[in-house]
């Protein structure tokens, strides 16, 4: 099974969350990450993967438009190409409380429903940071780490 997990991280947080899922998804498959600066939706799907995890941030009261921008050239991609992916997942990072950062998380992780994308996970991933540069506030390295196992045992 092949997994891709973008990320538009600009100070590393997002990143970090991505890799932390990667390792817990890693035993039994093959997963790459980039930030979507570096891999395009076309790279993702020409590579026809199993699973794509897409993580966005929260900035200026708002989903980062370029993540916004990406998902939409993979539905499009996804539909030239007339593939499907068996499995989605979004998470969002934020510095606001988890309650306000809800309405983003939830939005942009409906946008799957759009997308030709079998299984979506049950509800968005939030990692929240202290500051906008992060570190993320204490205890979410660990329920990351958990989530992690939890989409492995999801993705058979
Ligand atoms: C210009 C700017 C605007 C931001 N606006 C918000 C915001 O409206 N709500 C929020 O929760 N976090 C906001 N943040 C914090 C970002 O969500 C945070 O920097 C990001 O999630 C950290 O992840 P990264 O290290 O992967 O970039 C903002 C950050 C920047 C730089």
């Not at 538009?8 to 969350?17: A, I, P, R, V």
């Not at 429903?113 to 992060?134: F, R």
């Amino acid at each position: 099974m092949k997994i891709w997990i973008v990320h538009d991280s600009h100070f590393g947080n997002g990143e970090k969350l991505a890799k932390t899922l990667g390792t817990a998804l890693k035993k039994k498959r093959e997963v790459f990450i980039d930030n979507i600066k570096n891999v395009s939706p076309e790279k993702v799907v020409s590579d026809s993967p199993d699973a794509i995890i897409i993580g966005t941030a929260a900035r200026i009261f708002m989903i980062s438009s370029a993540s916004k921008k990406w998902l939409r050239k993979l539905k499009n991609e996804l539909k030239k190409e007339n593939k499907t992916i068996k499995y989605g997942a979004t998470f969002l990072t934020h510095v606001l409380d988890k309650k306000v950062a809800k309405t983003w998380g939830k939005r942009f992780h409906k946008k799957l429903n759009g997308l030709a994308i079998t299984n979506i996970y049950s509800e968005w991933i939030s990692g929240q940071v202290k500051d906008k540069e992060g570190p993320f506030i204490d205890g979410e390295q660990e329920r990351f780490e958990k989530i992690g196992k939890d989409l492995n045992d999801w993705m058979k």
